[in-house]
Every structure is written in structure tokens, then in C-alpha cells.
């Protein structure tokens, strides 16, 4: 590594065949003897930072010939891994699914006496007074004695 403080000589023609190779900032860092931050810093230069661009672009365009050769020989496997792992190919995973939901709901069937007030509300009326009801009056308590 160069001692701290002097200024690294990094070959711009190398570092445009190493980009053109997909290396890291580590491996390039490794190949000139100088720190990652140097790299990293340097990036922030314009000339530098499209030296690197146009490298890696190279590389992509290489990559994409490969692929294209190996697909006419007949190695997809290579051709789908590097196109995923350099040229931001991914899969398309579908998920269908057909769901269908039926419910069934059962009210029980209640009589207004046996539930007072579900039919709404109840309002009370006058009937007639007549012999019939004092009859059908009588006639209701008589079966209700015999029950018992």
C-alpha cells in the first residue's frame, strides 16, 4: 500500500480492463496497492469516475456476447447466471391462485312470542269487547287448568 499522504499512480488504461472485468473496489484496490478509500475517493473525480463507468459498460457488453454465444451452443444454465448476476436479470415468478369462499348462514326461524321485540317493536292495541273474545278467553284458561 502507499505510505499515507502520497498520491497513488493508478493507470487508467488498467483500471478500464479491470472494470471491463467486473472487478470490486477491493480487487482494484488490491491490484494498484492502495486502500478502498482511495478508490472510493477518487470515484468522486469526473475522469476517473467515467474511466470506471465506461470499463464496466464494456464488461456488460462482453457479458452479453458470451451470453448470446452460449446460448447458440446450447448452455442456458451460464447464460441466465451471469445475465442475473451482472445485467440485473431476474426471474418472473407468477402467483396464481383461484379462491373461491361460500359461506352458509342459518337464522333460526323464531315466533314474535317466543322472541318479543325481533320482529321490531311492539305496540299494543285495544280490541273489541265482544262475547267471541270472552269465550275464546274462557276456553284459553280452562286448557291451561286441565294442563296442569
Same mark, same amino acid.
Given at each position: 500500500?502507499?505510505? !499515507?499522504?502520497?498520491?497513488? #499512480?493508478?493507470? =487508467?488504461?488498467? *483500471? %478500464?480492463?479491470?472494470? /471491463?472485468?467486473? @472487478?470490486?473496489?477491493?480487487?482494484?484496490?488490491?491490484?494498484?496497492?492502495?486502500?478502498?478509500?482511495?478508490?472510493?475517493?477518487?470515484?468522486?473525480?469526473?475522469?476517473?469516475?467515467?474511466?470506471?463507468?465506461?470499463?464496466?459498460?464494456?464488461? !456488460?457488453?462482453?457479458?452479453? #456476447?458470451?451470453? =448470446?454465444?452460449? *446460448? %447458440?451452443?446450447?448452455? /442456458?444454465?451460464? @447464460?441466465?447466471?451471469?445475465?442475473?448476476?451482472?445485467?440485473?436479470?431476474?426471474?418472473?415468478?407468477?402467483?396464481?391462485?383461484?379462491?373461491?369462499l361460500s359461506a352458509f348462514?342459518?337464522?333460526?326461524?323464531?315466533?314474535?312470542?317466543?322472541?318479543?321485540?325481533?320482529?321490531?317493536?311492539?305496540?299494543?292495541?285495544?280490541?273489541?269487547?265482544?262475547? /267471541?273474545?270472552?269465550?275464546a278467553l274462557e276456553c284459553?284458561?280452562?286448557?291451561?287448568?286441565?294442563?296442569?
Amino acid at each position: 500500500m502507499a505510505q !499515507r499522504g502520497t498520491t497513488a #499512480r493508478i493507470d =487508467i488504461g488498467e *483500471l %478500464e480492463k479491470l472494470c /471491463a472485468m467486473q @472487478a470490486t473496489d477491493e480487487e482494484i484496490a488490491s491490484w494498484f496497492n492502495v486502500s478502498t478509500r482511495t478508490i472510493e475517493r477518487r470515484r468522486k473525480v469526473g475522469k476517473f469516475a467515467e474511466v470506471m463507468e465506461r470499463g464496466r459498460a464494456k464488461g !456488460r457488453l462482453s457479458i452479453r #456476447r458470451m451470453q =448470446i454465444k452460449l *446460448l %447458440e451452443s446450447g448452455n /442456458a444454465t451460464m @447464460a441466465v447466471w451471469l445475465g442475473k448476476q451482472y445485467l440485473g436479470q431476474t426471474d418472473q415468478v407468477e402467483h396464481r391462485a383461484d379462491i373461491s369462499l361460500s359461506a352458509f348462514v342459518v337464522i333460526p326461524r323464531a315466533s314474535p312470542i317466543a322472541a318479543p321485540g325481533f320482529l321490531g317493536p311492539v305496540e299494543p292495541r285495544q280490541v273489541p269487547a265482544s262475547e /267471541a273474545n270472552d269465550m275464546a278467553l274462557e276456553c284459553n284458561t280452562s286448557n291451561a287448568a286441565s294442563e296442569e
